[in-house]
């Protein structure tokens, strides 16, 4: 089966940069998307189509796409940033959602 | 305002049943496709199922095995799933989540519930 391959943790100090990778063979054919999760809520959209912000997501979120790997970057990342954060995308011509397994940011 | 609101979640035995629902309200539920994607305690998100427009196509993850059902009432704004042979690993929080295109063609997951917790247990 399709996966999509994230880093289980991703830390940094407040200011810096974060960047969060995933992996999918797919992923030139598809889109990916980004989701971030705090403790105790639901998922919300950050990044779609690779690279488009949803708006009220703030600038400092920006994907970029790159073979069969999407990056997710946080630039000058803020305390409040620190959640848990997913890629996902499609298999199959696009009928079979995959997410991957997420990626625990952590600012130190 | 997009709200989602889940309901039917609950404690369950192994082997027993659960019917989901969902009321969708501040958008045009018929206009969308909608899913189900559940996360374990501690887990990720997994994908369960979703359908098409008007109660047209309908997917399923490969772990579903038959066992779920998805389902929707454009007439209530509202979608369902019903859950037989529940087993211990469904234990989860059951998202319902709308899915748009944003203009790319392609449907994703845009707007989520709360979610329901299911937990099967004997």
């Known amino acids: 089966s399709y996966e999509l391959t994230q880093p289980p943790s991703v830390s940094v100090s407040p200011g810096q940069t974060a960047r969060i990778t995933c992996s999918g063979d797919?992923?030139?054919?598809?889109?990916a998307y980004w989701y971030q999760q705090k403790p105790g809520q639901a998922p919300v959209l950050v990044i779609y189509?690779?690279?488009e912000r949803p708006s009220g997501i703030p600038e400092r979120f920006s994907g970029s796409s790159s073979g069969t790997t999407v990056t997710l970057t946080i630039s000058g990342v803020q305390t409040q940033d620190e959640a848990d954060y997913y890629c996902?995308?499609?298999?199959?011509?696009?009928?079979?959602?995959?997410f991957g397994g997420g990626t625990k940011l952590t600012v130190l | 305002q997009v709200q989602l609101v889940e309901s039917g979640g609950g404690l369950v035995k192994p082997g027993g049943s659960l019917r989901l629902s969902c009321a969708a309200s501040?958008?045009?539920?018929?206009?969308?496709?909608m899913s189900w994607i559940r996360q374990a305690p501690g887990k990720g998100l997994e994908w369960v199922s979703h359908?098409?427009?008007?109660?047209?196509?309908?997917y399923y993850a490969d772990f579903v095995e038959g066992r779920f059902t998805i389902s929707r009432d454009d007439a209530e704004n509202s979608l369902f799933l019903q859950m037989n042979s529940l087993r211990v690993e469904d234990t989860a929080i059951y998202y319902c989540?709308?899915?748009?295109?944003w203009g790319s063609g392609s449907y994703f997951p845009d707007f989520w519930g709360q979610g329901t917790l299911v937990t099967v247990s004997s």
């Open positions: 359908i098409d427009f008007s109660d047209g196509a309908k």
């Open positions: 996902q995308s499609a298999a199959d011509g696009g009928i079979y959602r995959v």
């Open positions: 797919a992923l030139p054919k598809q889109y």
């Open positions: 189509k690779d690279t």
């Open positions: 989540v709308r899915e748009g295109t």
């Open positions: 501040g958008f045009r539920f018929s206009d969308y496709y």
